[in-house]
């Protein structure tokens, strides 16, 4: 009896680690973790888009420089003309309406600029 006892427990423990050796994450793998991701920057108006546009469409939407055209140093401003922002800046140079007026063209990653912006919410800040 006491030796059919001695023979189920060591059964049961022998089940037992062989089960719980499957769920337990190898030690590989806790070892070398994945390397964190990157920090998410969003992109805000008074961070990335007002220099930029202090320094593209300056001085006609700067107040600040005695501009006297759309005020695209107001935040609210910028964000009621997104629209019609993004199409001019997009347009070339001799197009109806293009944007920097005057001035050549945007390059691709100030254009990313305005687009950052507006993907990551049209943040203030
Ligand atoms: C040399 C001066 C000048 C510069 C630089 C300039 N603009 Fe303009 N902008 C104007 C003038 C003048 C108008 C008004 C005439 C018109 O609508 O085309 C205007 C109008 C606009 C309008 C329409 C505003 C409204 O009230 O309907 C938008 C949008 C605009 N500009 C965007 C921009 C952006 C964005 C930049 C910078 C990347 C820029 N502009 C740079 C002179 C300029």
Known sequence: MKQLLFAVTLTA????????EKTIPSKTVMENP????PPVVKSTFQGTLLPMIQAKCSPCHTPSK???KANFENFDNVVRNTNPILIRIQKNPGDRGFMPQRN????NDE???FMKWVNDGSLEK
Do not use: E, M, Q, Y
């Open 34 to 37: 994945l390397p964190a991701p």
């Open 111 to 113: 254009l990313a600029v």
């Open 13 to 20: 423990i022998v089940i037992f680690s062989a089960c719980s």
């Open 66 to 68: 005695n501009g006297n």
């Open 104 to 107: 050549s063209k945007l390059t």
